[in-house]
Nanobody, 119 residues
Framework: QVQLVESGGGLVQAGGSLRLACVAS????????MGWFRQAPGKERTFVAD????????LYGDSAKGRFTISRDNAKNTVYLQMSSLKPEDTAVYYC????????????WGQGTQVTVSS
């Protein structure tokens, strides 16, 4: 099992920045990649970014390209999401996720951290 705990959310003005962190514990040696998703009230959960654990290959959703950067620190078992130029449309609960294979399925999820961007 892999446990994930997110932190770093909060209230920020439009145009501002936040850095989210997700610390993994448990069987972290089995992790293939970790990623970020977000879900606004009444909306479906959408993909934000993903990074592979060993070779740090990254993928970004359309909403994140050019503004968000995903990174990882293997020694700390932590993945980060640096968010810049935030917009009110970025307001959502941000979830950290992990998978142990290249499958599209993410079996492990954190509890989420709220990001609110004011206009």
């Amino acid at each position: 099992q892999v446990q994930l705990v997110e932190s770093g959310g909060g209230l920020v003005q439009a145009g501002g920045s936040l850095r989210l962190a997700c610390v993994a514990s448990g069987r972290t040696g089995s992790v293939y990649s970790m990623g970020w998703f977000r879900q606004a009230p009444g909306k479906e959960r959408t993909f934000v970014a993903d990074i592979t654990w060993t070779n740090r290959r990254t993928l970004y959703g359309d909403s994140a390209k050019g503004r968000f950067t995903i990174s990882r620190d293997n020694a700390k078992n932590t993945v980060y999401l640096q968010m810049s130029s935030l917009k009110p449309e970025d307001t959502a609960v941000y979830y950290c996720a992990a998978k142990t294979t290249p499958s599209v399925n993410y079996p492990y999820w954190g509890q989420g951290t709220q990001v609110t961007v004011s206009s």
